[in-house]
């Protein structure tokens, strides 16, 4: 079952990183990668959100049925509804920096709020689980993330997009890593 996560999350994982670097339609370093499931890219972003997310899940109920300790179960019910938050973003588009608010895009904001809230923490209560030295690289990477996403704004880069990829990339590598010791274990 975390199998499915690695596939899932590095599939969502190339998908930004092959569009950021090889279309010229958005700014990698000014736009948030979710601007891609909307138009040209929209069939290649979405089903990436979907299968990363679906992945997540597989990953979270193989630790909330393994795991004995409150901290992980909690860790992995975390996952679940960070997993689910991937799955809605895949049905609900964003709306486009400038555009008129619409439901579908507040209901993808959100979700992406959930996201990025609620994985790393369930992250970090499940690597504590697989050992010291995992739980530490695991809340440095996410340090980094708060670092840089800090950076940004006190001096207003312009660089959200550019902030939302490290802050992906520490999330997707962190959920692959966890993914195959949990793999490992059962």
Not at 56 to 61: G, P, Q, R, V
Not at 80 to 85: C, F, Q
Not at 113 to 124: D, E, M, R, T
């Amino acid at each position: 079952m975390c199998l499915a996560a690695v596939v899932g999350v590095a599939y969502l994982g190339l998908v930004i990183l092959f569009l950021s670097l090889f279309t010229s339609e958005y700014s990698p370093i000014a736009q948030l990668a979710s601007d891609y499931g909307v138009g040209t890219y929209g069939p290649e972003m979405n089903s990436g959100f979907f299968l990363a997310g679906a992945g997540i899940l597989c990953m979270a109920l193989t630790v909330i049925s393994s795991r004995r300790r409150r901290g992980e179960r909690v860790g992995g019910v975390l996952l679940v509804l960070s997993g689910i938050a991937l799955v809605a973003n895949a049905f609900f588009q964003t709306d486009l920096e400038g555009a008129a608010a619409t439901p579908h895009g507040t209901v993808h904001a959100l979700a992406g709020v959930v996201f990025f809230i609620i994985a790393p923490v369930g992250l970090l209560l499940v690597n504590r689980g697989l050992g010291r030295r995992r739980f530490f690289w695991t809340l440095g990477a996410f340090a980094a993330v708060v670092a840089v996403l800090a950076f940004d704004g006190i001096f207003g880069l312009n660089a959200s997009g550019l902030a939302e990829r490290v802050a992906i990339l520490a999330i997707f590598s962190s959920l692959i890593l966890t993914s195959l010791a949990v793999l490992r274990e059962s």
